[in-house]
């Protein structure tokens, strides 16, 4: 018992950093023993961030210590780099051997995303049950139900009561570990209704299943997009759901533990493009695939960054004669990028969760104008005022006033037009919609205020 609150603390709080140098010095030792003792302690989640913390060199170490313990979940629970690094470490031979230990979901998840060749072998190292199971799901596209769903399910025929129900559970062997509903299947396997267990358990031994008052049926498309399924989870509320192919006969379940995993991903996936990182890019990575990753944005910065330094060239004379202007011009710039932010991580949120929509595109758009005016005019009027005080330019601070107006408005309007736009043509408005809205306030507010600046002051 207490062994077993030991390791719910662990899990709750991760494990204490110094394990890592604990273990290393007992791989450098070669002190088996120590390392086994710790690692039989960690579930399969901690032992995968212990694996992703250690430098290449000493994984391999590591791994042949804990070979002949090693639990299946933890390649599950790895990224995708080093996941694929273990798997190597380990040898198709012992992956192959493993891999049918794990639910179908997770032993596709384990091999989707490598090398075809090396994935083959695999394939072809599995006995033929197996493989054609796990191929099963591969043959659906990337991001799609049917490379989430688990072939582990129950299924009954209408006609079944409960107490025959009951005692095939308990009689039956090749069940899923887990399962949550039964569902009841017409006589070519379509789905007709889904049973919580604890709507059967409480139900008379003699009652029909197709009598008892079933959960709303949600069946899910194997063709159908993750972020879709997630919305459906989260809709309906849901705690699993059926998978049906093209001819909506019943062919595998999605758990809400997929679903956690789905959100997790897609929420870490916008904020990486966000932030101009295209792919899987993980902290562990090394300096060399990281600066890969990164280069393509960076340069499409660099040419809208130049695009604006254009701008600014147009005025060169104007600023020759107003020093003030260099100094005053990136505030217009800056206000006008963080509000078009702010408007533009609202409008990516709202486009994932199904939240924007052509149904309420005018109304949603006309209050980001409004709030953009708000805030530019309240702002306006005190970069304005502090402007005209530093400078002793009271012209100079009426222009700045004005520019600060327009820039937040046209960042505020674009903020949330660049990613409906960008959605509507098919891209994802996390991946560039953030490059698209710099260069326009950059572009706008120096155009605006140097503009502005020429007309009136100079």
């Known amino acids: 018992m207490d062994k077993d609150v030991t390791n719910i603390k662990k899990t709750q709080n ?23 003792k710790i690692i039989e302690e960690l579930p399969p989640a901690d032992i995968a961030d212990i694996i992703q913390l250690l430098r290449s060199s000493e994984r391999k170490s590591f791994l042949d210590i804990i070979k002949d313990h090693f639990d299946p979940e933890i390649l599950s629970d790895l990224e995708e780099g080093a996941r694929e690094e273990v798997i190597n470490l380990l040898g198709h031979n012992f992956v192959a051997e493993i891999l049918p230990k794990l639910e179908t979901d997770d032993a596709v998840h384990v091999i ?12 072809n190292k599995i006995p033929k049950r197996d493989r054609e199971e796990l191929q099963l799901s591969l043959n659906y596209p990337d991001d799609s139900a049917g490379r989430l769903m688990s072939l582990d399910f129950v299924a009954t025929p209408p006609d079944w009561d409960v107490g025959r129900t009951i ?64 919305h459906q989870f989260e809709r309906f509320d849901l705690v699993s759901a059926p998978v049906i192919d093209e001819g909506g006969r019943l062919i595998g379940v999605i758990t809400a533990d997929d679903i956690v995993d789905v959100i997790q991903e897609e929420a870490g996936e916008d904020i990486k493009f966000l932030g101009g990182v ?68 609202i409008a990516v949120r709202s486009i994932s969760t199904r939240e924007l929509v052509p149904l309420n595109y005018r109304r949603i758009i006309n209050k980001e104008i409004l709030v953009s005016f708000y805030n530019g005019v309240f702002f306006a009027i005190i970069v304005g005022i502090l402007g005209a005080i530093w400078f002793e330019n009271n012209p100079l601070g009426i222009v700045l006033a004005i520019a600060m107006t327009l820039n937040m408005l046209v960042a505020g309007l674009s903020g949330i037009l660049i990613p409906l736009g960008l959605y509507k043509i098919g891209v994802d408005p996390a991946l560039a919609s953030s490059v698209f809205l710099t260069t326009v306030t950059d572009v706008v507010g120096f155009f605006s205020f140097l503009g502005l600046a020429t007309w009136l002051l100079v």
């Open 14 to 36: 991760q494990f204490d950093p110094s394990l890592i140098s604990e273990i290393m010095n007992s791989v450098d030792t070669n002190n088996r023993i120590s390392v086994i």
């Open 167 to 230: 005692d095939f559970l308990r009689d039956e062997k090749d069940l899923p570990n887990e399962f949550y509903e039964i569902y009841i299947v017409g006589p070519t396997f379509k789905p007709i209704a889904a049973l919580s267990l604890s709507n059967i358990l409480r139900s008379e031994r003699t009652n029909k299943l197709e009598n008892l008052k079933s959960d709303h049926l949600v069946a899910i498309p194997a063709e159908m997009d993750k972020e879709l399924v997630a």
């Open 278 to 345: 295209v792919g899987d890019e993980n902290i562990t990575d090394s300096a060399l695939r990281t600066s890969r990753g990164r280069f393509t944005w960076l340069l499409i910065n660099l040419f809208t960054a130049i695009i604006a330094s254009t701008v600014i060239a147009l005025f060169d004379g104007t600023i020759e004669e107003m020093v003030a202007l260099a100094i005053l011009m990136p505030i217009v710039a800056s206000m006008g990028g963080n509000a078009g932010t702010q408007t533009l991580t």
């Open 112 to 123: 989707e995303d490598l090398k075809e060749d090396d994935k083959n072998i695999i394939l």
